[in-house]
């Protein structure tokens, strides 16, 4: 992770910003106070982004991904794709799902036993870099964490042991591991590194060579518009 990295997730540790969709939700609240509803709102039906109403190249890739979690008995509690910013100069792909595996978040304190795992949900996140931001290599890749109160990372995020392009019963399986506590994170590594000898979990998409294009393509378009 970089410096930046670093530093950000101490400032929403500490409470110094405000982030999670409950905080997107309020901003997005005052901004249609002000200024009426400016955005189209998502239709989750056809799997385009909540966060970015253009479509963009990994949203069928997520859908794919969510629907897997679905059949599998893991359906996901809220999931969107975008486009975000770098330092504010460069652009990268990216996703978020989140996950209830004890099916917790929306009881109440008193309602949940002690010890229950998973209390505040699990996080997935995936990302595509275009290579030219320092500190990031080409490509995508998954991670996750736990989340605590205000949808906050218990830890820096982890490396999920999949192919950045993983086929959905892919992420499922590792998604399970996770759940299961067989994949944690390394507390001795500064880096994202997971707890986990058995090597990289299942395969890559069938699709995956036309979304590598889609992002290529993508990242050109960013790049000329710098």
Sequence with gaps: MTPDTIRVLGQIERGEIWCGPDAARAIAARHETQYGRAWPRPTTDTG?????PRTLPHDDYITAVTDALTAAGLTPAEHWTSDAETKGTYCHLNAVITLDPSNARERDDEEIPAGTPWRNGLILSWEWHTGAEDGWEKGPF???AALKEHDVCQYPPVQLPVYGYASPTAVVE??????AREITPDPYSSFGAAMWGGGVIGDTWEQHAQLDAACEAWGSAEAAEQ
């Design 48 to 52: 385009r982004s909540v966060m970015t």
């Design 142 to 144: 998954w991670e996750f």
């Design 174 to 179: 590792a998604v399970r591991k996770v759940i």
